[in-house]
């Protein structure tokens, strides 16, 4: 695996010449703006680009500059992220724009130090903003780029592990432009995305096949090196609409960190309840869960499915009303919210969806 500078110069090159003839059209290509970049290199953290690029002109036209974002409120930016997953993405994107603008004057840190210490970004965001906005010879590896450089060296150790990420770390580090940084890390990371690809390479369009082990063996699809499959637990939560007339039941997230200040339906978890679909078992559960003080009989609706990558949760989702009898006041967290208001306040996505469905019911 050892590079000689010759191979090095050569791949750098052919990197570089494709990405200045073949690369995506994608709306933050071109600018060198920190603001636009940092913002969309969270935003596609473990999203696809389709869906990233509405929430990347989302964000611009709420947040057009980075003070606007520094002087917004937290409830604002997450309801603008709805829908996004993993929130602390969203809460740390204010938290870092309130440090650059009061610590830094408004102005990005342009050390991959001194990025590196704000909140959210890790090496590989800050060495996308680092190499595309001040030039800095830092090379950005994410799976797309690991998955090349074990082809490209048919890197015998396992996806993921220590040795894996130091090695393809290292050869990042030899093979990066000191010259051009930016267009060589994206130039890396398109080839990845869009002809190094899982399955099915586009070997033949590919301007490193001269260097490719992989392509040279026929051995493409055995890298990288795959761990088995862990396999995630399973859950079943039962997620009550309890309806006043025309308002709704929410609860605010206070528990989970990573769902905290987002709004939600009631909800219990019935994994354990042999049962589920026992409507007696759930209209007992999601009273006891109110505390109200007239028991509901709850009617079941629907149910569907969200898998994670660290759990897959079966949602069943019950609806009551208020009964006449029973006091308005339920305890905290709980409050009542008007239906035609409910766009105001941040959902995950699971819980949007709920409430996107029980508007038409
Ligand atoms: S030649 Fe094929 S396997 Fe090798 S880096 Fe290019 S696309 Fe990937």
């Given amino acids: 695996m050892d590079l000689n500078l010759i191979q090095i110069k050569e791949i750098r090159k052919q990197v570089l010449r494709w990405y200045s003839q073949c690369a995506r059209p994608l709306p933050w290509r071109g600018t060198r703006d920190p603001y636009k970049i940092w913002l969309c290199e969270i935003i596609l953290q473990q999203t696809r680009i389709e869906q990233g690029t ?30 996004l997953g993993y929130y602390t993405r969203a809460r740390n994107l204010l938290k870092t724009a309130q440090i650059i603008y009061h610590q830094y004057k408004g102005h990005f840190p342009q050390t991959y130090e001194e990025l590196l210490e704000l909140p ?16 800095l010879p830092v090379p950005t590896v994410d799976g797309n780029v690991r998955r090349v450089l074990s082809r490209l060296f048919e890197i015998q150790d396992k996806l993921n592990s220590t040795s894996f990420c130091k090695k393809t770390q290292q050869l990042a580090e030899k093979m990066i432009s000191q010259k051009y940084p930016g267009n060589f890390n994206q130039g890396m990371m398109d080839i990845g995305s869009t002809i190094c690809t899982p399955t099915n390479p586009k070997c033949m369009e590919c301007p490193l096949k001269k260097f490719c082990l992989a392509y040279q063996h026929g051995t493409q699809t055995c890298f990288p090196i795959k761990e088995k499959i862990r396999s995630v637990p399973i859950l079943h939560w039962a997620v009550g609409i309890m309806m006043n007339k025309d308002e709704i039941l929410l609860t605010r997230e206070v528990t989970h960190n990573f769902l905290k200040n987002l709004y939600a339906l009631p909800t219990v978890d019935i994994t354990d309840i042999k049962i589920k679909h026992a409507p007696k078992n759930i209209s007992a559960l999601l009273n006891k869960k109110l505390n109200t003080s ?55 996505r699971a819980y949007s969806e709920i409430i996107h469905k029980i508007r038409d019911i």
């Fill in 294 to 348: 007239a028991p509901s009989e709850w009617e079941f609706l629907f149910q569907f499915t969200r898998k994670y990558s660290h759990r897959t949760i079966h949602f069943y989702v019950y609806k009551t009303r208020l009964k006449r009898c029973a006091k308005k006041n339920i305890s905290h967290p709980y409050q009542w919210v008007r239906l035609k208001d409910i766009h105001q306040y941040p959902f995950s």
């Fill in 120 to 135: 959210g970004i890790g090496p590989y965001t800050a060495s996308a903003i680092g190499s595309i906005c001040f030039n």
């Fill in 54 to 83: 509405d929430y990347y002109f989302r964000f611009l036209e709420n947040f057009p500059t980075l003070q606007n974002l520094a002087l917004a409120d937290e409830t604002k930016v997450l309801k603008v992220w709805e829908g």
